[in-house]
Structures are given as C-alpha cells and as structure tokens.
C-alpha cells in the first residue's frame, strides 16, 4: 500500500487559521488603541507578527507539499519553502519576543520589517497576476485576487501599526503619540 498523496487539505486549514488570527489580532489592536496605545503595539505584534509568523512556518515548512497545492504550484525542491518558512518563524519568534518584553520601538521594527517582507511578496504575486498562462481559467484568476488583495491589505495594517509603533517611541520626526 503507497503512501496517500498530498491535499490542499492541511494547507488550507493553516490559512484559514492564519486569515482568522489576524483579523481577530487587528480587531483587538484597533480597540486597544483606543484605551493603551502601548498595549496595543504588543497584541498586534504578538498576534500578527508572532502567531501568525509562526503559523505561515507551519504552513511552509511543515506542510509545503500540501501548501504548494493549495497555491497551484508544484516544484521539486522544497528548500525555497523551506526558506520561506523559516523567515516568518524568525519573524514570528521576534515578534513574540518583542510584545512579551515590551520592546516598544522593536515591537515597531519587528511589523516593519513584516511589512516590507510581505509587500515584496505582494509584488510577486501582482506580477504572477500578469504572467499566469493560467489566469484564463476561473479558479486560478479568483485565487489570485484573493492573494493580492488579502496580502495588500494586510501589508498596510502592518505598515500602519509599525507607523503607530515608531510616533509612539519618538522616532519620526514631529510626530508622538
């Protein structure tokens, strides 16, 4: 009896996941914002830098076969997922790291730092929009938008937050919160 092929299945799920911890992190950063700024930067920093950071390594590492059938793709070495998978671990270890110790300005590096990352990725997946042979197809289109949108959106609450992060440690200038 041979092993059972890889599904979407495992991959799917962990994005799910990742989908719902991060609007919970950004609904429970906005509100905090509100009452303590500095509480704030830390859930979202724990939340959507640390669990989600370290969830995406699962997803990537753990489970990229899976992973890379739920993106369309199919590549015979894993290593690039694997590195793709180990980035957001060190993003996600840091990132609970900072929020525990309340490392304001690190909290803020930290989501930057996510941000920059993501919105390179974001760029890969607008050109992969332009590219795909595929893209006539119903399924692989919708997945796409879905990609770019979700990831663009979530660049710029990262971004946002590292912004609110960075005013709140006193390193923009003329701006402090």
Known sequence: MGAAQP?????SLLMGATLVI???GI???????FINIELAIRIVTAILAGFV????????????ESDQIRMGWRQEHKEFQLEVGYANLAIGIWGLVAAVFNWGLVCGVVLAMYATYLFCTLLLHLFESHAW?????AAHRSRTIKSVV???FFVIVLAGFAFIAFAHASV?????L
């Open 150 to 152: 979700s990831t663009g």
């Open 133 to 137: 042979e595929d893209l006539h197809k």
């Open 7 to 11: 599904t979407a299945h495992e991959a």
């Open 22 to 24: 991060s609007m919970i």
């Open 27 to 33: 609904f429970i950063g906005i509100f905090y914002l």
């Open 172 to 176: 923009l200038p003329f701006i402090h």
């Open 53 to 64: 950071g370290i969830i995406s390594f699962v997803r990537h590492s753990v489970y990229y």
